[in-house]
């Protein structure tokens, strides 16, 4: 997510796009969401001045999609 992230800072939407598809292709599906929030910590320094200040969004963005009825799956 962090590459993704990085392809978007500095070469554009186009190459974050095309870096989220290839890492979802091997595997990497969270690629996407992950660098957005990456992104969100890059863009609010002063809201989040250590990097361990963003990981709560984290660890909601992988418990929200890891819970099944929020998934359409039983």
């Known amino acids: 997510a962090s590459v993704a992230f990085l392809q978007q800072k500095y070469f554009g939407e186009a190459a974050w796009k095309k ?3 290839r890492q979802h292709n091997i595997g990497f599906v969270f690629t996407e969401g992950i660098s957005q929030i990456i992104k969100k910590y890059d863009e609010n320094r002063s809201s989040y001045p250590d990097f361990s200040d963003i990981l709560p969004e984290i660890a909601a963005y992988f418990a929200h999609r890891a819970d099944p009825q ?3 799956h039983k």
């Open 19 to 21: 870096e989220c598809e």
């Open 70 to 72: 929020l998934n359409g």
